[in-house]
C-alpha cells in the first residue's frame, strides 16, 4: 500500500512539471506585427483653417431721421425688392416742419416781391437824380438780402420735405431680410449715426467664408485654390469652395497672427445660413491615383533583431537594409538617388517566403496621414501589407497566426488575463 501511494506521488509529480513545462512555453514571448496596407488613392496637401459663413452682399438699412415706429411691413427671411416699403416712422413731427418751412418760404416771397418794387423805384429816382447813390446802393443790398433769404427757405423748404421722406424706410437692394432690429412703438434717435432697422443679404445663393490663416501659411494661399469645408449642422456632408481674395491686413490676438482668407462658395440649396462656423481645408497640391502608404508604415523603425534578420536573409547585398549593411556595401547604398522634393523612407514586409523583407523608396506628397511612394519598385505595390508596429505576445497565439495585426500581451509576471 506504501508503494503504491509513492507510485501515484511520482505521476502526479510528472504531471505538475509538464504543465509548468507546458505553461512556461505558452507563455515565452515572441514576436509579431501589426500590419497596414498599400493602397491606390487620391492624396492632398491642405491647409486647415475657420472662419464663418455670411453673405457676399450685406446692407445695414438705418434711418436718417428720429421718431416712432408706426408701422412694420417685413420681417426676419422676408424676401423684398429694391425700394419696396419695409418700415414707417410716424410723419406727425416731419409734417409739421415742411407746412413750417412752406410758411417761412412765403414769408420771404413777400420780402423779396417788396424789396424788388423797392428797387425800381430807387433806380427811377436816382435816374432822375433824386436819390443818392448811398440810398440808391442801400436799395440795392436790401434786394440782394431778400433773394439770399428766399433762397434759404426753399432749401429749407427742400430738406423738411426730405425729411418726410426718410420717413418711409426702403430697401435699398433687393434680397433677404436676415435680421430686424425694431418693434411697432419703438422711438429711435438719428443723432451722431444712423441706428440699424434692418440687415439685408442680397444673395444667398452666392456666400463667402471670411477664414483666418495663420502667418506660417499663408504664404501657401492662392486665388482659385480649391477648398472643401464642412460645417456643424451638417457633419457628413463636404461643401466645395474657392480661394477668391487673400488680403493684406493682418490681425493678432495673443501674440498670433494672422491673415484673412475669403473663399467663394455656391449655396443653390440653401443649406449654407450666415453665421455658421465652417473647417476648412484649403488643397494646397493633388495628386490623383496614385500608390499611397499609411504614415505609420514610414515612422516605423525596425529592432535590432529584425535587420539582423534580414541580413542573414538576404540574397545579395542589394536586398539588406541601409542600416544594417556595414562597409562599402553601406556607403554604396544608405543614400539611394532622390528626386527633387522627395524623402527616402523605407519599408518592412513579409516576402512570399514568409521570410522578412526591406524596400527602400522615395516618398512625395503627403497630407498627413498617407503618402505617395514615387516610381516604387515592383514589390511595393496595391494590397501589400507593411509593418507598422512591432507587438509581442504567447507562443500560443503567435502560432495561431504569426503575422497577427492585433494581439493580446502578457500581463504581470508572464501570466496572460485569466490564466494560470
Given at each position: 500500500?506504501?508503494?503504491?501511494?509513492?507510485?501515484?506521488?511520482?505521476?502526479?509529480?510528472?504531471?505538475?512539471i509538464?504543465?509548468?513545462?507546458?505553461?512556461?512555453?505558452?507563455?515565452?514571448?515572441?514576436?509579431?506585427?501589426?500590419?497596414?496596407?498599400?493602397?491606390?488613392?487620391?492624396?492632398?496637401?491642405?491647409?486647415?483653417a475657420?472662419?464663418?459663413?455670411?453673405?457676399?452682399?450685406?446692407?445695414?438699412?438705418?434711418?436718417q431721421?428720429?421718431?416712432?415706429?408706426?408701422?412694420?411691413?417685413?420681417?426676419f427671411n422676408?424676401?423684398?425688392?429694391?425700394?419696396?416699403?419695409?418700415?414707417?416712422i410716424?410723419?406727425?413731427?416731419?409734417?409739421?416742419?415742411?407746412?413750417?418751412?412752406?410758411?417761412?418760404?412765403?414769408?420771404?416771397?413777400?420780402?423779396?416781391?417788396?424789396?424788388t418794387?423797392?428797387?425800381?423805384?430807387?433806380?427811377?429816382?436816382?435816374?432822375?437824380?433824386?436819390?443818392?447813390?448811398?440810398?440808391?446802393?442801400?436799395?440795392?443790398?436790401?434786394h440782394?438780402?431778400?433773394?439770399?433769404?428766399?433762397?434759404?427757405?426753399?432749401?429749407?423748404l427742400?430738406?423738411?420735405?426730405?425729411?418726410?421722406?426718410?420717413?418711409?424706410?426702403?430697401?435699398?437692394?433687393?434680397?433677404?431680410?436676415?435680421?430686424?432690429?425694431?418693434e411697432?412703438?419703438?422711438?429711435?434717435?438719428?443723432?451722431?449715426?444712423?441706428?440699424?432697422?434692418?440687415?439685408?443679404?442680397?444673395?444667398?445663393?452666392q456666400?463667402?467664408?471670411?477664414?483666418?490663416?495663420?502667418e506660417?501659411?499663408?504664404?501657401?494661399?492662392?486665388?482659385?485654390?480649391?477648398?472643401?469645408?464642412?460645417?456643424?449642422?451638417?457633419?457628413?456632408?463636404?461643401?466645395?469652395?474657392?480661394?477668391?481674395?487673400?488680403?493684406?491686413?493682418?490681425?493678432?490676438?495673443?501674440?498670433?497672427?494672422?491673415?484673412?482668407?475669403?473663399v467663394?462658395?455656391?449655396?443653390?440649396?440653401?443649406?449654407?445660413?450666415?453665421?455658421?462656423?465652417?473647417?476648412?481645408?484649403?488643397?494646397?497640391?493633388?495628386?490623383?491615383?496614385?500608390?499611397?502608404?499609411p504614415?505609420?508604415?514610414?515612422?516605423?523603425?525596425?529592432?535590432?533583431e529584425?535587420?539582423?534578420?534580414?541580413?542573414?536573409?538576404?540574397?545579395?547585398?542589394?536586398?539588406?537594409?541601409?542600416?544594417?549593411?556595414?562597409?562599402?556595401?553601406?556607403?554604396?547604398?544608405?543614400?539611394?538617388?532622390?528626386?527633387?522634393?522627395?524623402?527616402?523612407?523605407?519599408?518592412?514586409?513579409?516576402?512570399?517566403?514568409?521570410?522578412?523583407?526591406?524596400?527602400?523608396?522615395?516618398?512625395?506628397?503627403?497630407?498627413?496621414?498617407?503618402?505617395?511612394?514615387?516610381?516604387?519598385?515592383?514589390?511595393?505595390?496595391?494590397?501589400?501589407?507593411?509593418?507598422?508596429?512591432?507587438?509581442?505576445?504567447?507562443?500560443?497565439?503567435?502560432?495561431?497566426?504569426?503575422?497577427?495585426?492585433?494581439?493580446?500581451?502578457?500581463?504581470?509576471?508572464?501570466?496572460?488575463?485569466?490564466?494560470?
Amino acid at each position: 500500500m506504501k508503494r503504491r501511494n509513492i507510485w501515484v506521488g511520482a505521476a502526479v509529480g510528472v504531471l505538475a512539471i509538464g504543465a509548468w513545462a507546458v505553461t512556461m512555453r505558452a507563455n515565452t514571448p515572441t514576436t509579431s506585427y501589426r500590419f497596414v496596407e498599400v493602397t491606390r488613392s487620391a492624396v492632398e496637401s491642405t491647409v486647415t483653417a475657420t472662419g464663418n459663413v455670411q453673405a457676399t452682399e450685406t446692407v445695414e438699412v438705418g434711418t436718417q431721421v428720429s421718431g416712432q415706429i408706426a408701422e412694420l411691413y417685413v420681417d426676419f427671411n422676408d424676401r423684398v425688392e429694391e425700394g419696396q416699403l419695409l418700415a414707417r416712422i410716424d410723419p406727425t413731427i416731419l409734417e409739421q416742419e415742411v407746412r413750417s418751412a412752406q410758411v417761412n418760404l412765403a414769408r420771404n416771397q413777400a420780402d423779396l416781391d417788396q424789396a424788388t418794387r423797392a428797387l425800381e423805384r430807387a433806380e427811377e429816382l436816382y435816374a432822375s437824380q433824386v436819390l443818392s447813390q448811398t440810398e440808391y446802393e442801400a436799395a440795392q443790398y436790401q434786394h440782394a438780402l431778400a433773394e439770399a433769404d428766399h433762397e434759404a427757405a426753399e432749401i429749407g423748404l427742400e430738406r423738411a420735405e426730405r425729411n418726410l421722406q426718410y420717413s418711409e424706410i426702403r430697401a435699398p437692394i433687393a434680397g433677404v431680410v436676415i435680421a430686424r432690429a425694431v418693434e411697432v412703438g419703438q422711438t429711435v434717435a438719428a443723432s451722431l449715426s444712423a441706428p440699424v432697422l434692418f440687415v439685408l443679404a442680397h444673395d444667398l445663393a452666392q456666400m463667402e467664408i471670411l477664414a483666418s490663416v495663420d502667418e506660417s501659411d499663408i504664404g501657401q494661399i492662392e486665388e482659385g485654390q480649391p477648398v472643401h469645408f464642412s460645417v456643424q449642422a451638417y457633419p457628413d456632408r463636404t461643401f466645395e469652395g474657392v480661394v477668391r481674395q487673400v488680403r493684406l491686413e493682418a490681425s493678432t490676438q495673443e501674440n498670433v497672427v494672422t491673415y484673412s482668407v475669403v473663399v467663394a462658395v455656391e449655396n443653390e440649396d440653401g443649406s449654407l445660413l450666415p453665421g455658421m462656423t465652417a473647417t476648412l481645408d484649403i488643397v494646397l497640391e493633388r495628386a490623383e491615383d496614385v500608390l499611397a502608404v499609411p504614415n505609420t508604415a514610414l515612422r516605423f523603425r525596425a529592432t535590432t533583431e529584425m535587420q539582423e534578420a534580414v541580413v542573414r536573409s538576404a540574397d545579395t547585398p542589394r536586398d539588406r537594409p541601409a542600416t544594417a549593411q556595414s562597409g562599402s556595401d553601406r556607403g554604396a547604398a544608405a543614400e539611394p538617388e532622390r528626386a527633387e522634393g522627395s524623402t527616402a523612407s523605407t519599408l518592412w514586409y513579409i516576402g512570399d517566403d514568409g521570410r522578412l523583407r526591406v524596400a527602400r523608396v522615395r516618398t512625395g506628397l503627403s497630407d498627413g496621414a498617407q503618402t505617395v511612394v514615387l516610381d516604387p519598385p515592383d514589390d511595393v505595390r496595391a494590397g501589400l501589407q507593411v509593418i507598422a508596429a512591432v507587438t509581442t505576445s504567447s507562443t500560443e497565439a503567435a502560432a495561431e497566426n504569426p503575422f497577427q495585426s492585433q494581439q493580446q500581451t502578457a500581463g504581470p509576471g508572464g501570466r496572460r488575463p485569466g490564466g494560470f
